[in-house]
């Protein structure tokens, strides 16, 4: 019983921490077309570095 109180101890507040960043996300949460559009139509595509690589962003 001793080991399940320690693991609620070291994973409760994990779970608190992941659900209120949940809903902060779900409330101020802003798409990639948005973004996109923010950019303005006359923007060209570029070379764009992400995860270790270089891809061409259209």
Request: no cysteine; charged share 25%; aromatic share 8%.
């Amino acid at each position: 019983m001793k080991a399940l109180e320690t693991f609620a101890i070291y994973v409760t507040p994990f779970l608190i921490l992941g659900l209120v960043a949940k809903l902060l996300l779900r409330r101020h949460a802003v798409d990639l077309t948005d973004v996109q559009g923010q950019a303005g139509p006359k923007r060209g595509p570029r070379k764009v570095f992400l995860l270790g690589s270089w891809r061409t962003e259209k």
